[in-house]
Structures are given as C-alpha cells and as structure tokens.
C-alpha cells in the first residue's frame, strides 16, 4: 500500500492565500496522476486539479482557475497546490490522491484514484 500524507492546512481571511503539500511514495511518481480533491460539509468530493507525473498539462476545475496552481518537485516526492485569492466557498477538507490512470481517463472519477491522503482542512473566513 503506497502512502499519501497531506500538510499545510489551516485558517485563513477571504483573499488569503495557503500553500498545501503532498507527500507520497516514490512508487507513485512513476507516469501517474496526482490529483487535489476537496469536500465541503454536505457536499460531494470533487476534484480541484490533476497534474502527471510524467509528461502532459495541469488540469483545474473552473472554480479555481487563475486562483489555484498545482505543481511537482519530483525529488522530492511532493506534490502542492498553491491557493490565493481564496473564497469562502474553497471552505473544505483537501485530499491528495494518486492513480495508475492517466490524467486525461481518471479526471473527476473518484474511483480511479486508488491512494488517498486523511486530508487537511481548509477554512476561509470573511
């Protein structure tokens, strides 16, 4: 079982900005799909970015387009999503995962992730 372990949540002001990492196993950087989803109280998870390890474009969902980017350090193992201008509403639990799958054929279908991170909470107050 590969590991996925997200860090950097916390609370912030509207139009704040935080910064949330996203360890995972060398095993899982090998032309695979790390992605950032998040769920909010009530609401289903959804996926806020993708990005492949290998070669190919980050994807974002259009409520966090010019706000959100996703990026990689393969060195390092890690995986961030760099959030600002952040919005009441990008109020959730954040969780990285990774697939076997390439980006563009697991995009937005939960079930094709088979490592999930236990999340990290991100609130934004006005």
């Known amino acids: 079982q590969a590991n996925v372990a997200e860090s950097g949540g916390g609370s912030v002001q509207v139009g704040g900005s935080l910064r949330l990492s996203c360890a995972a196993d060398?095993?899982?950087?090998?032309?695979?799909?790390i992605a950032w989803f998040r769920q909010a109280p009530g609401k289903e998870r959804e996926m806020v970015a993708t990005?492949?390890?290998?070669?190919?474009?980050?994807y974002y969902t259009d409520s966090v387009k010019g706000r959100f980017v996703i990026s990689q350090d393969l060195a390092k193992n890690m995986v961030y999503l760099q959030m600002t201008s952040l919005k009441p509403e990008d109020t959730a639990m954040y969780y990285c995962a990774a697939t076997s799958e390439a980006c563009a054929r697991a995009r937005g279908t939960l079930h094709l992730f088979q490592f999930w991170g236990q999340g990290t909470q991100v609130t934004v107050s006005s």
């Open positions: 990005i492949p390890t290998g070669a190919g474009s980050a």
């Open positions: 060398r095993s899982l950087y090998l032309d695979n799909c």
